[in-house]
């Protein structure tokens, strides 16, 4: 099985600042790699796919980059409806799996 | 636009069973392979089962294997999941979601309880 490891944990920006959050796969996933949004009592929403593919509807400001064992997801000027928990999840092999979660709040 | 509405989830005791379901509208129901994911309490994402789009390939969790089955009824465009000898470790919201690569769109999941 391959292991997704987020970092950091929680991460505190200002609405507007720049926002990084990394993704690190125990192996390879290539580009076979999604990042997810999830709020408070509402659906994950997919935000990329293909590691740097934005989804339909997506906002520029999301974009994601790697391949291999590292990604990034960066949010450049953060809104407030910003504010949630972001997963990375790999495709590239079964069991599908996600990391443990970003959580990104409110500094 | 797609539609996926979970139904199904509730209470049950440790040995139990459930079946879950999951409507789907607004795409070509059989030509997209569908997935359950889940989120325990305070815990992260978990994927636990997806199923091809004809339902001959399905693939599931190590946590779940020999105890979920996915299922699905292209005529009706539903989704099942049948979940026995449950275990407090299943209490979760089970979300359904289109695709078995990334998945897009999900549910609002429906919850599944088990306790004595």
């Known amino acids: ?22 993704c690190r796969a125990s192996q390879s996933v290539s580009g076979n ?3 997810h949004q999830q709020k408070p009592g509402q659906a994950p929403r997919l935000l990329i796919y293909g590691a740097s593919t934005r989804a339909t509807g997506i906002p520029a400001r999301f974009s994601g980059s790697g391949s291999g064992t590292e990604f990034t997801l960066t949010i450049s000027s953060l809104q407030p409806e910003d504010f949630a928990v972001y997963y990375c999840q790999q495709y ?3 069991p599908r ?8 709040e409110i500094k | 636009e797609v539609q ?4 199904g989830g509730g209470l049950v005791q440790p040995g139990g069973s459930l079946r879950l379901s999951c409507a789907a509208s607004g795409f070509n129901f059989r030509s997209y392979a569908l997935s359950w994911v889940r989120r325990a309490p305070g815990k992260g994402l978990e994927w636990v089962s997806s199923i091809s789009g004809s339902g001959g390939d399905t693939y599931y969790a190590d946590s779940v294997k020999g105890r979920f089955t996915i299922s699905r009824d292209n005529s009706k465009e539903m989704l099942y999941m049948q979940m026995n000898s449950l275990t407090v470790e299943d209490t979760a919201i089970y979300s359904c979601a289109q695709g078995w690569g990334w998945f897009d769109p999900w549910g609002q999941g429906t919850l599944v309880t088990v306790s004595s």
């Open chain 1, 1 to 22: 099985e391959i292991v997704m490891t987020q970092s950091p944990a929680t991460l505190s920006v200002s609405p507007g600042e720049r926002a990084t959050l990394s």
């Open chain 1, 33 to 35: 790699l999604a990042w």
């Open chain 1, 92 to 94: 590239n092999n079964w």
């Open chain 1, 97 to 104: 799996t996600f990391g443990q979660g970003t959580k990104v």
């Open chain 2, 4 to 7: 996926l509405l979970e139904s």
